[in-house]
C-alpha cells in the first residue's frame, strides 16, 4: 500500500508564500514523475506542474515565475514553492505519482493521488 502525504497548505495574503510538500510512504520499487494539481472549487483538477525521476519540469503558464516544484528522492518528496500568491490560486492542490510497485512477479506503474491540502489566498 502506497500513501501519499501533503501539508503545508494554508491561509495567506495576496504576494503571500507557501510551501507544500508531499511524501510518499509504503511499499514500492521507486516513484517515476510527481506533480501538483489544482482544484478550485467549481473548477476541474488542472495539472500545476510535473517534475521527472531525473529532475525534467513542466510547469502550468498559469504559474510559470511563481511556482516552483522540485522534489528529493531521497526522502521521496515532492514540493511547490508558490510565491507572489494571487485569490486566483486559492484552490485544494493535490498531489500525484506515479508509483513502481511489484505484484506477481512483475513490475509496473501505479498511479496514486493524495488528499489534498487546502490553499487560501486573501486579497
Known amino acids: 500500500q502506497v500513501q501519499l502525504v501533503e501539508s503545508g497548505g494554508g491561509l495567506v495574503q495576496a504576494g503571500g508564500s507557501l510551501r507544500l510538500s508531499c511524501a510518499a510512504s509504503g511499499s514500492f520499487l521507486g516513484i517515476q514523475t510527481m506533480a501538483w494539481y489544482q482544484k478550485a472549487p467549481g473548477s476541474q483538477r488542472d495539472l500545476v506542474a510535473s517534475i521527472s525521476r531525473l529532475g525534467r519540469i513542466s510547469t502550468a503558464d498559469s504559474v510559470k515565475g511563481r511556482f516552483t516544484i522540485s522534489r528529493d528522492n531521497a526522502k521521496n518528496t515532492v514540493y511547490l514553492q508558490m510565491n507572489n500568491l494571487k485569490p486566483d490560486d486559492t484552490a485544494v492542490y493535490y498531489c500525484?505519482?506515479?508509483?513502481?510497485?511489484?505484484?506477481?512477479?512483475?513490475?509496473?506503474?501505479?498511479?496514486?493521488w493524495g488528499q489534498g491540502t487546502q490553499v487560501t489566498v486573501s486579497s
Open positions: 500525484n505519482a506515479d508509483v513502481e510497485v511489484s505484484g506477481d512477479g512483475s513490475r509496473y506503474l501505479r498511479n496514486y
